[in-house]
């Protein structure tokens, strides 16, 4: 049985052997095939793709080499000063005119010595290709100082433009603008005091000669025996000159508006205009019963009486709503008609208005003024102040 096994084996072990000494086998055939293949695949790379790909980086080196002469040379001809940092903060780039305004050993400092506030994070900024932007003033001189990462290069471009010419363009103004409101003020407080004394005079000196004048005729008329219709025309017109002489005075100081209130003087003022011109108004107040300083309710008084003067000479309008509401300190006043109203951007009929005197008026008590007006449908002034000073 042993022996019969053996001879299995090594008749087996024969056909193998045949199998792979002989040359037309298949199997030779791959291996070759796949030898040459592998052969080809290795020429191929080290001769054809490997030079095409050096041959390429070489470029992308030589064409960023190039930009960033370029850019280097740009920068440098820059008229307004212009960093580059790398990562770190580190300034490692500058030209002329940033040497000029930050000094010859800019090359070893971090942007953080000289703008701490520009940039939090130089790594971050620049892997994100953060812009940041900001107003410093340096040297005496404002700069608006804009920031420019740039990923692909790991660096960040920091430009400064000198903007002091409109800084002090901006500070004069707001300057000018501020002279203006005070002088504004000041001949609004120089207007109310002439206001007050030549009503007190109109009132106490020519109103009482014209009162006892009037008496003093009117006893000698009847002591007469006949009542001439001259005189007793005469004793009207002193009575039509007296009740004048009244109004203007009240006009130009309001007593009732010492005495009683905005409200009150307010109510008067409607009902006395109604009188006038036969235009109606609707007087809505609403909130609690406070007296402001009299320097703001002068102001919102004459206030209405200036908008009411545009109402009558230009709106044609045949009613009005008044709104005044105070709540917790803010006060809003809206002033409105139904007339023909008016385009709120043509700024030669809002000048023509005294619109631009009712705003300064306003400001005075850090108050705003808005419009809302279009023509044929009537006009809405707005007056907002908040923290309205009471007495």
Do not use: W
Not at 175 to 199: F, G, H, M, P, T
Not at 237 to 247: G, N, P, Q, V
Not at 337 to 364: P, Q, Y
Request: charged letters at 25%.
């Amino acid at each position: 049985m042993l022996v019969i096994l053996q001879a299995q084996i090594k008749e087996e072990a024969n056909y193998y052997i045949e199998i792979l000494t002989n040359l037309s086998n298949p199997i030779y055939f791959s291996i070759i095939v796949s030898i040459i293949l592998i052969l080809v695949t290795i020429v191929v790379l080290r001769y054809i793709v490997i030079p095409l790909i050096k041959k390429h980086q070489l470029e992308k080196t030589e064409m960023e080499l190039k930009t960033a002469r370029l850019t280097a040379l740009f920068a440098e001809l820059d008229p307004d000063p212009v960093l580059r940092i790398d990562k770190n903060g580190r300034i490692i780039d500058s030209n002329a005119q940033s040497r000029i305004l930050l000094g010859e050993d800019i090359h070893s400092k971090f942007i953080d010595d000289i703008l701490p506030t520009l940039i939090k994070n130089p790594s971050i900024s620049i892997q994100e290709n953060d812009v940041i932007s900001l107003v410093e003033k340096i040297g005496g001189k404002y700069y608006d100082i804009f920031f420019k990462g740039f990923a692909d290069l790991e660096i960040g471009q920091i430009y400064f433009h000198d903007i002091t010419d409109n800084i002090n363009y901006q500070n004069e103004l707001i300057e000018s603008r501020s002279k203006y409101r005070n002088l504004s003020d000041r001949l609004q407080e120089i207007l109310e005091i002439e206001r007050s004394r030549i009503a007190g005079e109109l009132h106490d000196s020519v109103g009482q000669k014209l009162s006892s004048l009037k008496i003093g005729y009117q006893k000698q008329l009847e002591n007469e025996i006949s009542n001439k219709r001259n005189e007793i025309n005469l004793i009207n017109d002193f009575d039509s000159i007296i009740t004048e002489l009244r109004e203007i005075s009240y006009t130009l100081k309001p007593k009732l508006l010492e005495e009683l209130g905005l409200e009150q003087a307010l109510n008067a003022f409607f009902v006395k205009f109604y009188k006038h011109t036969n235009i109606k108004t609707e007087f809505l107040f609403t909130g609690p019963q406070v007296r402001y300083i009299p320097e703001l309710e002068l102001t919102l008084y004459r206030i209405t009486q200036e908008a009411y003067q545009n109402i009558l000479k230009h709106s044609k309008a045949t009613e009005c709503f008044v709104q005044l509401k105070v709540q917790n300190g803010f006060l809003r006043m809206i002033i409105s008609d139904n007339g023909t109203g008016f385009s709120a951007e043509d700024e030669d009929i809002t000048k023509g208005l005294g619109l631009f005197n009712m705003e300064e008026r306003v400001a005075k008590f850090n108050g705003k003024m808005k419009i809302d007006s279009s023509i044929g449908e009537g006009t809405n002034l707005i007056f907002e102040i908040e923290n309205a000073k009471t007495r």
